[in-house]
């Protein structure tokens, strides 16, 4: 319990330096090479855990192409995000960066919710309009020391 | 823009934690996170040439490109929690761990961030954030 509650913390710093350090590669050599740099990195980490875990079975690389085109290209959707985080980290300050990002998965969960199950959660959309309120209150008492126009 | 970018950013994120975690059910988190940067790598390969090139260069160190790798360690963190915790407690406290950080990451200006120091008057507007991530969690 306490590992995990551990790992699901410090998930959360990690997020933080590893899209600051890609949007720090994005400006020294484009925003399509560092997210290239990004992805060899990503991949040869998997690579190694996948070596380390015993390798992928036969049966597991059919059952991976066996799959709808939609499942198969989450990594594709991936790279628009990257590219999209390493044009705003370094125009945004590392708090909103978090919260804004929260606030599209807030709503994009929401919408597709909608949309898979026909419901939409009251409490969850509540939860979403509260940080929606906060963020725009939190902005307010950062407005005044924003001297370079973002 | 910048902001709208961020908000589109985080709504891409909804669509990949559906898209990958059918894959992951399907194939293994392993197999599939290897099938995701195989992809994702082969997508960024084929759009990189009509992208804008830069070539400063000169302020890269070595540590800068740890991200992609930090980027993968993220999702076995949140995998393994996943198993111990369930999907809302991991999200949530990750969350908070990401806004405390970022926090953090401003007042000092770490990874050569500009330096935005702390201002009380940011408090409320944090608590209520803070509230409304509570509530995501448990309602």
Redesign the interface.
Known sequence: ?L???L????????????????A??G???????G?????????????L??AA?GG?QGA?VG??LG?PW?????????????M??N??VP???????????????????L??DGILSGTL?A??A?????????????????AI?NPDG? | M??A????????????????G??SG???N????????????A???A??PF??????????SW????????????V???N??F???GVS??VS???????????L??HFG?????R?PF?R??G?????????????A??
Not at chain 2, 93 to 103: D, K, P, R
């Open positions: 319990m590992v995990g509650i790992m699901a913390l410090s998930a959360g710093p990690v997020r933080v330096a590893a899209r600051t350090l890609n720090r590669v400006e020294q050599v484009g925003v399509g090479t997210t290239l740099c990004n992805y060899i990195g990503g991949l040869a980490a998997a690579l855990v996948l875990t992928a597991q059952a991976l799959q939609w499942v198969l290209s989450g990594g594709a959707v991936g790279v628009l995000f990257v999209l985080s044009k705003a125009k945004l300050s590392a708090l909103e960066m978090t919260l804004l990002t929260l606030l599209g998965q807030i709503g994009g969960s919408v597709m959660s409490g969850r509540a939860g979403g309009l509260l940080v929606l309120l906060g963020l725009a209150l939190h902005q307010r008492a950062r020391p973002k | 910048y902001r970018m961020a908000v589109a950013g985080g709504a891409l994120t909804a669509l990949m934690v559906l898209m990958n059918a894959l399907a194939v293994g392993v197999e599939a996170s290897v099938w995701i940067h195989l992809s994702g790598l997508v960024m390969g759009l990189n992208l804008g090139r830069q070539d400063k260069g000169r302020g890269l540590y800068m490109l740890t991200g992609g790798v930090l980027g993968y360690a993220t076995l963190m949140a393994w929690s198993a111990l915790l407690l991991t406290l990750g969350l908070l761990g990401q806004t405390v950080f970022s926090l990451t401003d770490w990874f050569g961030s500009p935005l201002r008057q940011q409320g507007g944090l608590l209520l954030v803070l509230g409304g991530i509570l509530m995501l448990l309602l």
